[in-house]
């Protein structure tokens, strides 16, 4: 158990759906952040919240909207999808941004994109 | 931006050898450097890290070294077990800012 945990771990959509993925970290951390994972690709960061407050958004497209109501949940919300977004989805925490960079990960949401 | 590449990206060893990932950063301000472990159906989980004022570190049978003339770092594991198996992720940053990281090594350890 890392403190980091995501829902749903599988996720099957189609390209009209809409869907939310959520991580939760139990850590007392205030800062989180979203990954994308594809196959022979590095770690790709899409956004950062520190505090509650987006901190980086890395020119994501708009059919992902990320939400972090407190700073112990963070929300991905998907619409209108491409089979292009088919990855593994991480989320992670961190004490705070720009101080201690040790991210704990959760295990990630499986989207695939029909 | 910052740009990190990754060697090899799958390496088989036998038990008990050693193994040896290798790293090479652009962005000579970097200066954080840590080293994750993805096991199957698992998030990168932190194994050891390294910071720009040191040139080596070691945690049992982890080490890693760091060379910042040559903008280079590498994980070495000694006496390999099966259970190290897993894809292994370098990574770096600047100023402790968000982390950039390599594309992985899938490392295999066969008993």
């Known amino acids: 158990e890392t403190g980091v945990t995501q829902t749903p771990r599988h996720l099957v959509m189609g390209m009209t759906n809409k869907k939310s993925l959520k991580c939760e970290q139990h850590?007392?951390?205030?800062?989180m952040y979203w990954y994308k994972q594809s196959a022979k690709k590095p770690l790709e960061l899409m956004f950062v919240y520190s505090l509650e407050e987006r901190v980086e958004n890395n020119s994501v497209p708009s059919r992902f909207s990320p939400e972090c109501p407190n700073s112990s949940h963070l929300f991905l919300h998907l619409h209108t999808l491409q089979p292009e977004d088919s990855a593994l989805y991480l989320c992670?925490?961190?004490?705070?941004?720009?101080?201690?960079?040790?991210?704990?990960f959760g295990a990630g949401t499986r989207l695939s994109v029909l | 931006g910052e740009n990190v590449e990754q060697h090899p990206s799958t390496l088989s060893v036998q038990e008990g050898d050693s193994a040896v990932i290798k790293c090479t950063y652009s962005?000579?301000?970097?200066?954080?450097f840590p080293w994750y472990k993805q096991e199957l159906g698992k998030g990168p989980q932190l194994i050891i890290d390294i910071r720009s004022n040191v040139g080596e570190k070691k945690d049992q049978r982890i080490a890693v070294t760091l060379n910042k003339t040559a903008k280079h770092f590498s994980l070495h594991i000694t006496e390999t077990q099966p259970e190290d198996s897993a894809v292994y992720f370098c990574?770096?940053?600047?100023?402790?800012?968000?982390?950039?990281f390599g594309k992985g090594t899938m490392l295999l350890v066969s008993p």
């Open positions: 992670a925490s961190s004490q705070d941004w720009g101080q201690d960079n040790i991210q704990y």
């Open positions: 850590l007392g951390h205030n800062a």
């Open positions: 962005d000579s301000a970097s200066n954080y």
């Open positions: 990574a770096a940053s600047i100023g402790y800012s968000t982390l950039t």
